[in-house]
């Protein structure tokens, strides 16, 4: 039986001069990823992001209502691809109005046509006041062809809770896109992806994007590269990499995704974190605690 692949796409930001250049590339990926047999193709947050190339200047309010108007569109879209190159697409997020506010959510389409969504619970202090976005209140876990996976976007995978909750939802495989534009934001979120994996004996699977849109006061200037960790412990490589990208370079970045071995992980490690942990301990230590 062959071990499935995942891909994470690192996705170059740069002018564009029409809506289909920007369905080309995309589609480019997801081909790129299809001809590697993957059978899970990871983007970035704000995926999206480089349509505001193709508009005036606009203020914050007007970007996240007119990336909002592209909802159907994009999802339509990726879920061709999905359903077209039979393989699970992480459309990296997408910012979509949702109730009295916009929030910053995650779609995984799957070869059947299935849509399946996590907003962004933790929004950093840019996404709050200046994109006024809303944040997510809970957590999921999705059944793929290649495992139960789960989605921490970006600075959500920075809070140890956070991959703690899902792994005791079963959550084999974490997919983080990812958004960083500078490298302190890059390896705060790369250690902290690594970190969660050896915590919770898991894969982590981190894309970004990079590059930059002169002129758009939306678009920073992006730092990343794709990468997927497993635990640094049997039977897996010491340091825990699967595999990793270029820095700043656009590809599309693949590993193995072995549950056998990540079963053998869990049973037969030198160490378990994720099993020897005690609770009862926390608890009290908690309750000594000032407030």
């Not at 970007?63 to 569109?73: I, N, P, Q, R, S």
């Amino acid at each position: 039986m062959t071990t499935p692949l995942v891909g994470t796409v690192t996705y170059e930001l740069k002018p564009l001069q029409s809506y289909e250049e920007y369905w080309q590339t995309v589609q480019m990926h997801v081909q790129s990823a299809q001809r590697q047999n993957v059978r899970l193709l990871v983007f970035p947050e704000y995926q999206t992001a480089q349509l505001l190339a193709l508009q005036p200047v606009m203020t914050h309010a007007e970007a996240v209502a007119y990336l909002d108007g592209f909802t159907e569109e994009y999802v339509t879209r990726f879920s061709q691809l999905a359903q077209e190159n039979e393989l699970t697409i992480l459309g990296g997020t997408h910012i979509v109005k949702e109730g009295d506010g916009y929030v910053n959510k995650a779609y995984l389409f799957y070869p059947d046509g299935r849509v399946e969504t996590q907003n962004k619970v933790h929004t950093t202090p840019e996404e709050r006041k200046v994109w006024d976005l809303k944040p997510g209140e809970d957590f999921a876990v999705f059944d793929t062809e290649i495992g139960k996976v789960a989605i921490l976007t970006c600075y959500d995978i920075e809070f140890p809770e956070t991959a703690r909750i899902v792994a005791d939802m079963g959550a084999e495989i974490i997919l983080c896109p990812s958004y960083t534009d500078a490298p302190a934001g890059f390896y705060r979120v790369r250690y902290c992806a690594q970190a969660r994996a050896v915590e919770n004996q898991l894969f982590v699977v981190m894309s970004g994007l990079v590059g930059s849109v002169p002129g758009v006061e939306q678009i920073d200037m992006a730092y990343s590269k794709g990468a997927v960790f497993a635990p640094c412990d049997y039977p897996f490589p010491p340091d825990g990499i699967l595999s990793e990208g270029m820095l700043n370079a656009s590809m599309v970045t693949t590993a193995p995704i072995d549950l056998v071995r990540l079963n053998e992980n869990r049973t037969m490690g030198n160490v378990s974190p994720y099993f020897d942990r005690k609770p009862e301990v926390y608890a009290k230590q908690s309750k000594s605690l000032p407030l």
